[in-house]
């Protein structure tokens, strides 16, 4: 058993000498601007096409690192936020629409490829010129965050506009991720908000997403629902993801940490656990990417995969857990979860974290970059676990009295099932 205090190394190590250099050596785009994000097993480019979402999630990340990471590296710390501007100068270019909404993807030199119909879009960017704001002051980034922001808000009862394929009469749904996500976005950018605004835009999310989605007959988040919150028995209204419900907890924790909210925090960790329970795959390991709650086929064909963003995010809501209420099955969790993930999930060989394995944990694609994988859950989730860990340890948790382990093999061995 490790430490805590041997996990926080692990977690700083991992972030700062692993991860964030494999994403600085590779990922730059200097000439035509902003990042390549589909990178192979080495960090070769293997396609050029920019997704504004991992475009945006990068710009957050390294400025995200400048503001908070800066007193521990130094020496990184310019190169980081110029790492930071370089990315924002390609969204403040080519991102938008002519009515201020953020495209989905762009070639490599900026030109828009698919209509913005992804909210998530603006979402990111919010997050990014929120965060990079913080670092440089500049009132230009923060306008465009703000004014992000209140266009997300007002396309929240139809996140996809004219670009909405569904007959919306038939069988109305709504979905968790926007609440979700406006659990973390208003924190992100509340520096920038009116305080009433971020107060009503929280008080909205946490009764969306622990009343509304939340299923207390199944002790369940869904991923659908009808607008009344009512369950639809069909694909959609069936459909858990499992990793969406585990990584809001760790938003609400914070939202309850912040508010003084014990019973709202007790009821976070039980439905972390609850979700764990019902997600972890007892044959092979890891947590199901997709699952039917009433355990009929999914539509989703890759239900069964390993991916890299569920695991790390679970990680960090289990150490919130712990660390918040002292619930000793969160650290249970916590190592199942640590040993599972570095096992499987980063490559020692070449630098960073494979995104998708398959139901025995084998790597499905060796790629560490593509259209949904960039630079942002796993360096988040790493500074996330380090900074929980370390307070943990600060703190002389109860689990400090462990024999320290041995680090060795979380770097040298290469993952098996």
């Not at 919150?229 to 938003?251: C, T, V």
């Not at 099955?329 to 980063?346: G, I, K, N, V």
């Amino acid at each position: 058993m490790l430490t805590p205090h041997t996990y926080t190394q692990l977690y700083r190590d991992a972030l700062l000498n692993d991860v964030i250099p494999f994403w600085q050596t590779h990922s730059i785009d200097r000439q035509e601007g902003g990042f390549f994000t589909c990178l192979d097993q080495k960090g070769n480019v293997y396609d050029t096409d920019k997704f504004i979402w991992l475009q945006a999630r990068q710009v957050w990340t390294f400025s995200m690192l400048y503001n908070r990471v800066s007193d521990t590296s130094p020496e990184q710390s310019s190169d980081w936020l110029a790492i930071a501007e370089h990315g924002a100068s390609f969204l403040k270019k080519h991102g938008r629409a002519d009515d201020g909404s953020w495209y989905f993807s762009l070639t490599r030199d900026g030109r828009p490829l698919v209509q913005p119909f992804n909210i998530f879009s603006d979402c990111f960017a919010t997050m990014a010129f929120g965060q990079l704001s913080v670092a440089t002051e500049n009132d230009e980034y923060a306008h465009i965050a703000q004014s992000t922001f209140e266009q997300i808000l007002s396309r929240r009862d139809n996140p996809k506009g004219k670009w909405n394929k569904a007959i919306a009469d038939t069988r109305p749904l709504k979905n968790f991720a926007l609440p979700m996500i406006l659990c973390n976005l208003s924190l992100e950018i509340e520096h920038l908000l009116d305080r009433r605004l971020v107060d009503q835009t929280i008080d909205e999310c946490i009764h969306e997403v622990m009343d509304v989605f939340y299923d207390p007959d199944l002790g369940l988040i869904r991923e659908n629902v009808t607008p009344d919150g009512q369950f639809s028995d069909s694909y959609e209204g069936r459909l858990l993801n499992p990793g969406h419900a585990i990584e809001a907890m760790w938003f609400i924790m914070d939202l309850a940490t912040r508010r003084n909210d014990q019973a709202l925090l007790e009821k976070a960790v039980r439905i972390t656990l609850a979700t764990l329970d019902y997600a972890w795959d007892t044959q092979y390991g890891g947590l199901f990417y997709f699952m039917d709650s009433q355990g009929h086929p999914t539509q989703q064909l890759e239900w069964d995969q390993k991916l890299w963003w569920v695991h790390v995010e679970t990680l960090v809501t289990v150490l919130k857990g712990y660390q918040k209420t002292g619930n000793q099955t969160c650290w249970d969790w916590f190592e199942r979860l640590h040993a599972y993930t570095w096992q499987h999930f980063p490559d020692p060989a070449h630098g960073e974290w494979y995104g998708y394995l398959n139901r025995r944990g084998e790597v499905l694609l060796p790629l560490k970059g593509g259209k949904w994988k960039g630079c942002f859950h796993v360096p988040r989730g790493l500074y996330q676990c380090w900074q929980t860990l370390k307070s943990l340890d600060l703190n002389q948790s109860a689990t400090t009295d462990r024999p320290e382990g041995d680090l060795h093999g979380y770097f040298s061995s290469p993952p098996t099932s």
